[in-house]
């Protein structure tokens, strides 16, 4: 929607967010810096980044509140389930709401007059048009300008492509649950320094957050972040799933995306996880 907007076939935008979790991949943050060198500032749109923290320094941090991520649970009695994913939330829609307030000149906790919003535009595709939702606050008013245009997710590869920006990567944290074993062989493979990062992560969360710990509340099974319950050092990240295997027989920007692990990601609000995972609740996962 970027490059749509410097090239004048939508609007100007007024500006574009970028909400940092403050770990994702480095590939993320090299085409951000790209994005806005080539495309953003030549045309006169400002990028603004804001976060609420770093999420892994505040998962392993004993002192500070964590917003959980949507972990695999495996507990005591065999039973599997997932603890609540509150980090999309936290880490990427608060701050850009806490940003649009300033921008309308009404910071948080000032009341915004009903004729005052900003219009928000999401860049869902017409392939899944069902997740394109009404804001829930009245100051903004979510667009779905590719949906307008009709575009699907193959109408946007062939775009980026042509603009030499086929390289583009998802923006999700290191280690995210919703990772597809393309994406992690993708990180395994190609960064050495990220991997050891993310399974160092994965051992270290075994018992949930640290702070639920500190407090007493530990899980009564085992957290981890990849699907199958194990360590993610010995995870079966090398089995091609069924989905890989279609994508595989689907066009050739689909299978790019496929070999490259950006199949999945984490937009704000539209995040392609498994959003309707068990709650933690209903696993009884805490004491």
Request: glycine share 6%.
């Amino acid at each position: 929607m970027l490059a749509l907007s410097a090239e004048g076939v939508l609007p100007k935008a007024d500006y574009a967010i970028f909400a940092d979790t403050g770990w994702e991949p480095a590939t993320v943050y090299e085409h951000l810096d790209r994005l806005e060198t080539e495309i953003a500032r030549p045309a006169g749109i400002p990028v603004l980044r804001v976060s609420a923290g770093n999420i892994r320094d505040d998962a392993l941090d004993p002192n500070h509140r964590f917003a959980s991520m949507p972990l695999y649970i495996l507990n005591q009695d065999g039973k599997q389930g997932m603890t609540r994913r509150q980090c999309t939330g936290e880490y990427k829609i608060k701050p850009i709401k806490k940003k649009v307030r300033e921008l309308l000149g009404y910071p948080y906790p000032q009341r915004i007059p009903k004729d005052a919003f900003v219009e928000q535009w999401i860049g869902i595709s017409t392939d899944e048009f069902h997740r394109a939702k009404d804001a829930d606050v009245r100051y903004m008013k979510n667009v779905h300008p590719l949906i307008e245009m009709g575009w699907s997710r193959s109408d946007c590869t062939h775009y980026l492509a042509s603009l030499g920006l086929a390289d583009t990567p998802k923006s999700s944290c290191l280690v995210c649950p919703f990772h597809s074993n393309a994406q992690w062989r993708q990180i395994r493979d190609t960064s050495p320094e990220e991997w050891q990062d993310v399974v160092e992560f994965d051992a270290a969360i075994r018992k949930g957050n640290a702070r639920a710990n500190t407090a007493g509340k530990k899980l009564l099974g085992q957290a981890f972040l990849h699907r199958s319950r194990v360590p993610l050092s010995e995870a079966p990240i090398n089995h091609v799933t069924a989905a890989e295997r279609a994508a595989l027989q689907s066009e050739p920007a689909d299978v790019y995306e496929l070999e490259h692990g950006v199949a999945d990601g984490c937009s704000p609000w539209a995040c392609r996880g498994e959003v309707d995972a068990p709650a933690q609740d209903d696993f009884g996962l805490t004491s």
